[in-house]
């Protein structure tokens, strides 16, 4: 199937890189949001990050110019009515994306491919709540999605080898490579990321170790570009607490369960980077 009309809900942290990267390799956007603040917020996000790939010469400001011209912002969810694919990228609340897949269900023709960027949510259950199983798939895009390299894919339980080869198709004709996953908690990348995170907070927490070796051993023993206790600073660690509990939830692996440490530390506010505090103090030009 071809895709060229590509729509966006959510034009937040994610769907606002996600509206662009589709747009400046040449699909038409349309990117809807609850109301006209939170859009021209994310708007303007777009507008921001292609004036700076201007300025590093990333892209020429006649390709600004162009993939500008291709997003068109709505509140209007009627707006994607004739999009081939919509990627929803609201935040990670199940019933929130119940409600928008039975609601695109409706707007959306027959063909239209139905995308969720969910971080770790159960596809095969968005799936059901649609006339179109068969075209319901997870599209994981990675953050900063503009800078990213990979797209994992997850397959429901009902999504079609049509869909799949189509979507992966997408994703490579957006300069990605291609991971795909069945529909598991935390798929492939967030199964291990929190794992791994999980694990470095727990070594924390029983005091085997100060954060800073934690974080040691995985950079310098393993090579990792950063340790997992400064990335979930980095992430947000009312983030990473979120998700965890939605993946143990849904899978009660001992693994995944989530430490009483992240819980006080979210209780308080020390979040990482973005509350100035979290397992490292921060100042604020960093
Ligand atoms: N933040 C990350 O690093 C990351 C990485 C990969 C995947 N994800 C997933 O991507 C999704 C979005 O995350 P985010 O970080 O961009 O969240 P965000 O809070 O930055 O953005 C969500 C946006 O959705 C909008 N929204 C809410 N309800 C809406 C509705 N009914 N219609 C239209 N817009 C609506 C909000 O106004 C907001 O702007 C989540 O499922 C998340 O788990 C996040």
């Known amino acids: 199937m071809e895709i060229s009309r590509v729509g966006v809900i959510g034009c937040g942290f994610m769907g606002s890189g996600i509206a662009q990267v589709c747009a400046r390799c040449g699909y038409d956007v349309v990117v809807v949001e609850l109301s006209e603040s939170p859009l021209s917020r994310g708007l303007a996000t777009i507008e921001y990050y292609l004036t700076r790939d201007v300025e590093k010469h990333r892209i020429s400001q006649q390709n600004k110019v162009s993939t500008w011209a291709r997003i068109r912002g709505s509140i209007a969810m009627d707006d994607l009515n004739d999009r081939d694919l919509v990627v929803e990228a609201v935040p990670e609340d199940m019933e929130l994306k119940r409600k928008i897949f039975a609601k695109l269900d409706r707007t959306c023709p027959g063909r239209t491919i139905l995308c969720s960027n969910t971080s770790c949510l159960s596809l095969t259950e968005l799936a059901r709540v649609t006339s179109r199983p068969d075209r319901v798939i997870g599209t994981h895009f990675l953050s900063p999605v503009p800078r990213s390299k990979l797209l994992e894919i997850v397959r429901a339980d009902t999504t079609s080898e049509e869909t799949l080869a189509t979507v992966e198709q997408f994703g490579r ?38 954060a800073e070796d934690i974080d040691k051993s995985m950079v310098l023993g393993l090579g990792l570009p950063i340790g997992p206790l400064a990335l979930a600073d980095f992430n947000g660690l009312d983030v990473g607490y979120m998700v965890g509990r939605a993946m143990y939830e849904r899978s009660k692996d001992p693994c995944l369960a989530p430490s009483a440490l992240l819980k006080e530390m979210v209780d308080s506010g020390r979040l990482g980077r973005k509350t100035g505090e979290g397992f490292y103090k921060y100042r604020e030009e960093e």
């Open 173 to 210: 004709s957006l300069g990605l490579e291609i991971l795909v996953a069945k529909d598991t908690p935390g798929f492939i990348f967030n199964y291990l990321l929190l794992a791994l995170i999980g694990s470095a907070v727990r070594l924390l927490e029983d005091g085997v170790a100060s």
